[in-house]
C-alpha cells in the first residue's frame, strides 16, 4: 500500500500495523473496538488479514467541504488496497468504540453491508454511522452489565472497509467453548459467506477441536486439516492476547483470513457436583435414535421395579435396599432425547452383589461397553473392607444366588404362566375398553409381570456370569464363538425360516411379487395360495409386534404395517425365481476350546470346566433371547393400551391427535384418568414436549460425561470422529460374532424402514435390533459398529449362520454401499477388498 497516503480521516491498514497487543478501550479511541481487533492481529505478525481501511470516528459525512474530500479520499483508498482492480468488491463494517470489548460485543446491533461496490462505499458508511442511534442500540446499552457503558458512547462510530474474501468457506470460532467453559476450540462453519450463519439465520457445521481430535455434528463444510489450522491459529491468537477470543474467519485458496476478533464476553460457569456418564452401547439397540416421552417414563419404571426385584431374590437385604433407592430410579438416563445406561449406577448395583471386581468386567462385555467408565466404575459400596464375619456373609449371599440358579426351570414355567395369561387378551378387546378398563389393565401388568420379572433377569445374570467364566477359561479362542453356534431352539430365528418357506411357494407368481412390492391388492392376490397365506396370518400373530424399533411404543408394528415384511417375502421370492444363492464358507461347530488344544496338567483342568459349563452356558443364553421375545409381547400389548387410551382422548377432546400421547409420560396419562394429575392441559404438554424435540441434536456421543445437574448441561450437536479410524482403508477389527468367512457386496443400512437390502448383500450397520430380522432374512453377512457377543445380532446370526462381526469399530466410517467386503466371523475382522469406485473404472 502506498505510505504517501496522508489524510485525516483514513487509517490504512499499514498504518495500524504494529499496533496494540491487547484489546484496551482507551486504544480505541479513533478506529473503535472492530479495527483495534484487527490491529491486535496485524501486530501478532502471522496471521492473514484481508486488506482494510478505517474511517475515524467523528468524521464528517455531509455533502459539502470536508465532506466532499472524503469521497475522494475513501476513492483513493479503495483503490490502494484493493490493488486498483476496478471489479473489487468491499465490506463496509461497524467500528463503534464501544464495539467488541470485554465487558460487552455489541454484536449485530450496528448495520454492515457486505458486497458493496467502490462507489458505493461512502453511503453505506453513512448508514453504519447512522445506525448507532438506532432503538435497538439504546435497549441493548441499557441491558448489559454498567461497565459496558464505560467503554464508549455507541454514537462514537468509526467504519471499516475491508476488501472482500472470495471464501470458500467462512464461520466463527472460539478459543474456548463459550457454553461450557471447556478448554477447546469451537468452529461453525459454512459454505461461502458466513453472514446468515452470524445472523442466526442458518446453524452451519459445529467443529469441536479439543487437542487433535476433532468432533463434528454433521455436514464436511471444513475439512480436518483446515480445521486444525483454523484451530491452532485460534489458540495462537489466545496465548498472544492473554484472554480468549471470538473472531471470524474466511478460508479463500488454502489460506485462512482472519476477519474480526474480539474477546469472548460470556462463558459458562464450570459445573460442580457428581459426574455422571451415560453410555448408549447396547442400550440404543433397543431404543434407537430420538425416543418419545411415554417410551423413556414406562421403560425407566420397569427397569426400577425389575432390577429392585431382582436384587432382592439375589439376597440383597431390605435395608440396604432402601439406602440405595436411587440407583433403581436412575438406571438409565434421557439426554438429548436420547436413552443412555446411567454407568455409575450400574457399577453401584453390582457392588451390591458378590464378587464385585469380577462380575464388573462381565457386566462390561455384556453391555457391549467399548471402553470402561473408570471414574464411576469404583463406588464406595465395592470399596468396603471386609469386617468380621464378612466372609461369611458373603458365603451366604453366593450360596442365595447359586439356589436361584437351581430354581431357574421353575420360574421360568411360573413367568411364562403369568405372560400368558395377561397376553390372552386380544387387541378387539382392548380397543373396546374404556378409559378406567385401560388403566387397570395397565396396572395388573405392572403388578403380574413388572413387579415380577424375576425369570428373565435372573437368566440374564446367569447368562452373563456363566458365558465370562467360559471366555476367561478359554481364554478368548474363535470355540467361545462356536460354543453358541447352533442352538436350534432360538425363537428370533424362526421369522427368516418362514419368510424362506413362504417365497419358496409363490416364487412363480409374478403378479403377487409385484403387489406385495407395492402393498397394493395384496389381500386379494395372496389367498390364491392358501398354505402360503395361512404361514403370513400365522406369522403375523406371533410375529406381529417384532418390528423396527419395537420396543419403543411409538413405533408402528408389523401387524399393523405390514410393508416392509411383503418387501421382503417378494424379495426373497424373486431371488429364487432366478436361482440366485450364496454359498457360506462355515466350519463344524463342534466345540472345542483352546484349553484342550493344549494338552497340559492345567489346561486339561481349565478344558475340563469349559466343557462341564457349556452346555448350561448355551441353555442359558438361547433362554436369554426367547426371553426377550416374551418381552416384545408386553411391549406390544402396552402399545395397544397407550394407542387405545390416544384414540380416547382424541374422542373425548384431550388431544388433537392419538400419536400426541407419547409426548406425555405413563404416570400424567394414568393421573389425569384417576385423579391424581396435576396437570389437566395434557394438549398444552404435549404441544411444549413435541417443539422442545425440536430442538434436540441431531446426533450426540454414544458416552456422554456431565457434571451437576444434568438438564442444565450443553450436549454438542456432535459425532466424535477418532482421526486414527476415519477414512483408512483396509481391514477392519471387531468382536467375533458368527464363524464363517464370506465375501460380497456392502449395503450401509442408516434407515431400516425406507432402506432395502438385494439378496446375497452384506448388511453393515450402526446396531440392529429384532425388527431388523427382516433383513436377515436376504443377507449373506451382519457387521455392525456396536453390539457384543451377547447381543440379539450375534446370537441370531449364528442361529442362521451368517458370519457376523459386532462392535467393529470404524465400520461406518470406512465401509460405503457397493464396495467389496469380506468377513470373517471367527475372527472378528472385516476386509475391504474393491472400494464402489474402483470396481466401477474396472468395470468401466
Not at 541 to 549: A, H, L, P
Not at 598 to 620: E, G, K, Q, W, Y
Not at 769 to 774: A, K, L, Q, T, V
Request: glycine share 8%; charged share 25%.
Amino acid at each position: 500500500m502506498n505510505s504517501l497516503f496522508k489524510t485525516q480521516n483514513i487509517l490504512l491498514m499499514d498504518d495500524l500495523r504494529g499496533g496494540a497487543k491487547s484489546l484496551k478501550p482507551e486504544g480505541a479511541g479513533h478506529i473503535g473496538g472492530k479495527a483495534e481487533g484487527l490491529r491486535t492481529v496485524l501486530g501478532c505478525g502471522q496471521f492473514k488479514v484481508p486488506p482494510f481501511f478505517v474511517i475515524k470516528a467523528g468524521t464528517e459525512f455531509n455533502e459539502r467541504g470536508a465532506g466532499h474530500l472524503l469521497a475522494t479520499d475513501i476513492a483513493t483508498a479503495a483503490q490502494l488496497i484493493s490493488g486498483g482492480s476496478r471489479d473489487a468488491k468491499f465490506a463496509v463494517r461497524s467500528s463503534s468504540l464501544c464495539e467488541d470489548q470485554k465487558t460487552g460485543s455489541f454484536a449485530g446491533q450496528f448495520k454492515s453491508f457486505l458486497n458493496v461496490d467502490a462507489a458505493d462505499i461512502l453511503s453505506r458508511a453513512r448508514d453504519v454511522v447512522a445506525s448507532a442511534r438506532a432503538n435497538n442500540v439504546i435497549q441493548y446499552q441499557a441491558m448489559v452489565p454498567a461497565g459496558a457503558a464505560k467503554t464508549g458512547s455507541p454514537a462514537r462510530m468509526a467504519v471499516l472497509v475491508q476488501v472482500m474474501v472470495p471464501a470458500e468457506q467462512a464461520g466463527v470460532a472460539f478459543s474456548i467453548n463459550p457454553v461450557t467453559g471447556a478448554d477447546e476450540v469451537v468452529i461453525n462453519a459454512v459454505d461461502g459467506l458466513a453472514d446468515d450463519l452470524v445472523q442466526g439465520l442458518v446453524d452451519g457445521e459445529q467443529i469441536v477441536v479439543n487437542g487433535t481430535a476433532i468432533s463434528r455434528g454433521g455436514g464436511t463444510a471444513l475439512g480436518d486439516r483446515h480445521a486444525r489450522l483454523l484451530a491452532d491459529s485460534i489458540r495462537d491468537l489466545k496465548t498472544k492476547c492473554g484472554f480468549a477470543v471470538d473472531v471470524e474467519w474466511a478460508l479463500s485458496q488454502d489460506q485462512i483470513y482472519i476477519l474480526q476478533l474480539r474477546p469472548v464476553t460470556t462463558t459458562a460457569t464450570k459445573p460442580t457436583g457428581n459426574v455422571r456418564i451415560f453410555d448408549g452401547s447396547n442400550i440404543q439397540e433397543s431404543y434407537p435414535g430420538i425416543t418419545s416421552p411415554m417410551t423413556f417414563s414406562f421403560v425407566r419404571r420397569a427397569y426400577l421395579e425389575v432390577y429392585r426385584s431382582f436384587v432382592r431374590l439375589m439376597g440383597v437385604k431390605e435395608v440396604i435396599i432402601s439406602k440405595n433407592e436411587d440407583i433403581f430410579a436412575g438406571m438409565l438416563g434421557f439426554v438429548e432425547g436420547r436413552v443412555y445406561y446411567n454407568l455409575g449406577n450400574w457399577y453401584r448395583l453390582m457392588a451390591l452383589l458378590p464378587a464385585y471386581r469380577t462380575n464388573r468386567t462381565f457386566m462390561e462385555n455384556m453391555m457391549g461397553l467399548k471402553d470402561p467408565a473408570r471414574e464411576v466404575s469404583s463406588p464406595p459400596e465395592a470399596d468396603r473392607k471386609p469386617g468380621p464375619g464378612a466372609r461369611l456373609a458373603t458365603m451366604v449371599a453366593l450360596a442365595h444366588i447359586l439356589r436361584q440358579y437351581f430354581k431357574l426351570e421353575g420360574s421360568k414355567k411360573q413367568f411364562e404362566k403369568r405372560l400368558d395369561s395377561i397376553l390372552a387378551i386380544s387387541r378387539n378387546e382392548i380397543r373396546e375398553m374404556d378409559l378406567d378398563s385401560l388403566c387397570r389393565l395397565y396396572r395388573r401388568l405392572e403388578m403380574d409381570l413388572l413387579r415380577h420379572w424375576d425369570a428373565p433377569i435372573v437368566n440374564d445374570f446367569f447368562a452373563m456370569i456363566f458365558f465370562g467364566i467360559y471366555q476367561k477359561l478359554d481364554g478368548g479362542s474363535s470355540s467361545t464363538t462356536t460354543l453358541i453356534e447352533g442352538l436350534g431352539n432360538v425363537v428370533s430365528a424362526e421369522p427368516p425360516r418362514i419368510i424362506a418357506e413362504i417365497a419358496e411357494q409363490i416364487k412363480g407368481d409374478g403378479a403377487l411379487i409385484a403387489s406385495m412390492l407395492q402393498n397394493k391388492n395384496v389381500d386379494k392376490l395372496f389367498p390364491a395360495h392358501p398354505r402360503a397365506y395361512g404361514q403370513y396370518l400365522n406369522y403375523l400373530e406371533k410375529f406381529g409386534d417384532r418390528s423396527i424399533g419395537e420396543l419403543k411404543l411409538e413405533s408402528e408394528s408389523v401387524r399393523d404395517n405390514p410393508a416392509l415384511l411383503l418387501s421382503t417375502i417378494a424379495t426373497v421370492a424373486r431371488a429364487k425365481s432366478t436361482e440366485q444363492s450364496a454359498k457360506t464358507a462355515r466350519p463344524g461347530l463342534k466345540v472345542v476350546s483352546a484349553a484342550r488344544k493344549s494338552p497340559t496338567v492345567s489346561n486339561f483342568l481349565r478344558a475340563t470346566l469349559c466343557d462341564i459349563i457349556s452346555r448350561p452356558t448355551r441353555n442359558l443364553i438361547a433362554g436369554r433371547e426367547n426371553l426377550r421375545f416374551a418381552r416384545t409381547g408386553v411391549f406390544g400389548l402396552v402399545r395397544d393400551i397407550i394407542n387405545t387410551i390416544g384414540q380416547r382422548f382424541v374422542e373425548q377432546n384431550i388431544l388433537d391427535s392419538r400419536q400426541d400421547i407419547f409426548y406425555l409420560e405413563i404416570e400424567e396419562v394414568l393421573g389425569y384418568i384417576e385423579g391424581t394429575s396435576t396437570c389437566k392441559n395434557l394438549r398444552g404438554l404435549a404441544a411444549l414436549r413435541r417443539q422442545a424435540e425440536k430442538q434436540f441434536a441431531s446426533s450426540i456421543p454414544d458416552r456422554v460425561r456431565i457434571t451437576g445437574a444434568v438438564g442444565a448441561a450443553a450436549v454438542f450437536d456432535k459425532q466424535v470422529v477418532d482421526a486414527s479410524i476415519a477414512g483408512i482403508a483396509g481391514t477392519i477389527t471387531g468382536l467375533p460374532a458368527s464363524s464363517g468367512v464370506v465375501s460380497g457386496l456392502a449395503r450401509v443400512i442408516k434407515d431400516p424402514q425406507t432402506e432395502h437390502l438385494l439378496p446375497g448383500e452384506i448388511l453393515v450397520a450402526e446396531r440392529t435390533d429384532p425388527g431388523w430380522i427382516m433383513h436377515f432374512a436376504l443377507c449373506k453377512g451382519i457387521v455392525t459398529s456396536y453390539g457384543s457377543m451377547l447381543s440379539h445380532t450375534a446370537i441370531v446370526a449364528r442361529e442362521l449362520k451368517l458370519p457376523a462381526v459386532v462392535s467393529a469399530k470404524g465400520a461406518l466410517e470406512q465401509i460405503r454401499t457397493g464396495d467389496l467386503i469380506e468377513i470373517d466371523g471367527a475372527k472378528g475382522t472385516v476386509k475391504i477388498l474393491t472400494v464402489r469406485e474402483e470396481r466401477e473404472l474396472q468395470w468401466a
